[in-house]
């Protein structure tokens, strides 16, 4: 007997008749005589209602409350899939996430996972209970509910999968796998059988929609046997392996290409050019906790500097006026921002043994006359930021020119 845990995502839940089928599929899984515990996420569309209704109370919503507002998406679903699994004949218990529980730290709306404890669920379990847990949400030690950020429902059942001990964690989505793009932006992208964890960490901090990189982090930390399966086609998916020799002994050079459009820059411009300057610019940036991705600082010839970094566009508003503070404190001359860029990357391990990446990369660029902004690079992974209203042309380009086309279609 295995003990699997199988996430469904918001689309895979969208309605009652999706989740009648969830149901099914639940069934059937644990027909084969394994332990279920399925881990589920709003129905499609939901969160973005309950955030609509927070914002319209107030334009900065009491952090608590938020989170009390939005996590209650998933206190629908979990109840109406018990209740779909329970019309099927097959035993069912619905768990919140403080019901579990799965205890966080305090930072409400991008809360941290610090322990599970899976008495009740193994209990459940134990009596032939299919589990439905509630993702996206757990419980701080005051005893208030916390969510995890959005996606934090792959979050929680990896998490789960690593705290209960299980055989492996399968991901449902509305895809069938992880694809070497985003099939709606190139249509000849195609199924990777395979991935690294390295991979697809890089991919999912890159922008990759199909695994929040939180989920990834903690599969790759725990050894988490992970694969990501389509909820409504059959087949395979993908494999996401713990090394590269896994993949096979002639890996390809590279696996993905990336991107992100939720990428807004800052510049602070005319900085006096001397030590401790990057950690007075940041170090506000970090305590008001809006995470900074990519950074540049240029040295000018009048003893000063320019000093650049990237943020979600979520942050990039409140990252503006700290800035602006931080202007006026250090006497810096001006203060610009940019929220019409995107970040594009090539991710592979198969870099780590080829030499002329970046050169192919820029000159595929160079061709459609695509100016490249900001350049980071990784041991596996080379980024670079771009204006917004080049991407797809940029991500078709770079997918033609490393010959990511294969002979499995996307879907």
Request: aromatic share 4%; with cysteine; proline share 3%.
């Amino acid at each position: 007997m295995a003990l699997i845990v199988q996430k469904y995502g918001g689309t895979s839940v969208g309605d009652v008749e999706r989740i009648q089928h969830v149901a099914r599929k639940v069934a059937a899984a644990r027909a084969k005589g394994d332990q279920i515990v399925v881990v589920v996420s709003a129905m499609s569309g939901e969160t973005n209602r309950l955030i609509g209704l927070a914002q319209a109370i107030s334009e900065q919503p009491d952090p608590r409350e938020y989170d009390q507002i939005v996590a209650s998406g998933e206190q629908v679903t979990i109840g109406l899939l018990a209740m779909a699994l329970k019309e099927l004949g097959v035993p069912a218990r619905s768990f919140l996430g403080l019901q579990v529980p799965i205890r966080t730290d305090d930072v409400h709306s991008k809360a941290r996972i610090t322990e599970i404890d899976g008495t009740a669920v193994h209990a459940a379990l134990a009596r032939g209970e299919v589990c439905v847990v509630a993702g996206f949400q757990g419980v701080n030690a005051a005893g208030d509910i916390t969510t995890l950020g959005r996606g934090g429902s792959d979050t929680t059942g990896v998490a789960l999968a690593a705290g209960l001990g299980a055989d492996e964690c399968q991901i449902y989505t509305d895809v069938d796998g992880v694809y070497t793009t985003d099939p709606r932006v190139e249509p000849k992208a195609r199924r990777l059988e395979r991935v690294t964890f390295e991979e697809m960490l890089e991919m999912a901090s890159l922008g990759s929609k199909v695994l929040q990189i939180r989920a990834v982090e903690f599969a790759g930390k725990y050894r988490v046997p992970l694969r990501v399966l389509s909820t409504f086609e059959d087949g395979p998916g993908t494999l996401i392996t713990l090394d590269q020799e896994q993949n096979g002994v002639e890996d390809p050079l590279i696996s993905g290409i990336a991107f992100n459009r939720d990428e807004a820059q800052v510049t602070l411009q005319g900085v006096p050019d001397r030590p401790g300057i990057a950690a007075k610019v940041l170090g506000p940036i970090g305590e008001a906790n809006i995470e900074v991705d990519m950074i540049v600082q240029n040295v000018g010839a009048d003893a000063t500097t320019d000093f650049t970094f990237t943020v979600h566009k979520n942050d990039y508003k409140r990252a503006l006026a700290l800035v602006e503070t931080i202007r006026e404190q250090l006497g810096a001359r001006a203060v610009k921002g940019d929220s019409d860029i995107a970040k594009v990357s090539v991710v592979g391990v198969g870099m780590r043994s080829h030499a002329g990446i970046a050169s192919d990369m820029f000159k595929a660029l160079a061709t459609e006359n695509i100016n490249i902004r900001m350049i980071s690079t990784s041991e596996i992974k080379i980024s670079v930021v771009i204006d917004e209203k080049y991407l797809e042309l940029a991500v078709r380009t770079l997918h033609r020119a490393f010959e990511l086309e294969g002979a499995a279609p996307a879907a």
